[in-house]
Nanobody, 124 residues
Framework: QVQLVESGGGLVQPGGSLRLSCAASGSIISINAMGWYRQAPGKQRVLVAAITGGGSTNYADSVKGRFTISRDNAKNTGHLQMNSLRPEDTAVYYC??????????????????WGKGTQVTVSS
């Protein structure tokens, strides 16, 4: 079993910054990819940024140059630094991790888990 817990959301004024964190715990052999998604009211969940185990990154066009995704492989944590925030960035932000887990039998398998989300509100 793998658990993901996000933190760092909150209320910020336009132009401000927030840093989201995602802590993964449980029977983790490796995390191949971590991603941040967001879902605004009445809209679908969309990818914001993703990072592979090797450090390759991918960003939505709407956040390029403003958001930076990073990860600490040793600590199984990921971060999303969000600068120059805009009202349209308001959403619930979810962490996703894909990787390899171990079972009590000793067998290994893949996992794909989501955190419960953290609210980010950008408003004056």
């Amino acid at each position: 079993q793998v658990q993901l817990v996000e933190s760092g959301g909150g209320l910020v004024q336009p132009g401000g910054s927030l840093r989201l964190s995602c802590a993964a715990s449980g029977s983790i052999i490796s995390i191949n990819a971590m991603g941040w998604y967001r879902q605004a009211p009445g809209k679908q969940r969309v990818l914001v940024a993703a990072i592979t185990g090797g450090g390759s990154t991918n960003y939505a066009d709407s956040v390029k140059g403003r958001f930076t995704i990073s990860r600490d492989n040793a600590k199984n944590t990921g971060h999303l630094q969000m600068n120059s925030l805009r009202p349209e960035d308001t959403a619930v932000y979810y962490c996703n991790a894909k990787g390899v887990t171990s079972y009590s039998t000793g067998a290994r398998g893949s996992f794909d888990y989501w955190g419960k989300g953290t609210q980010v509100t950008v408003s004056s």
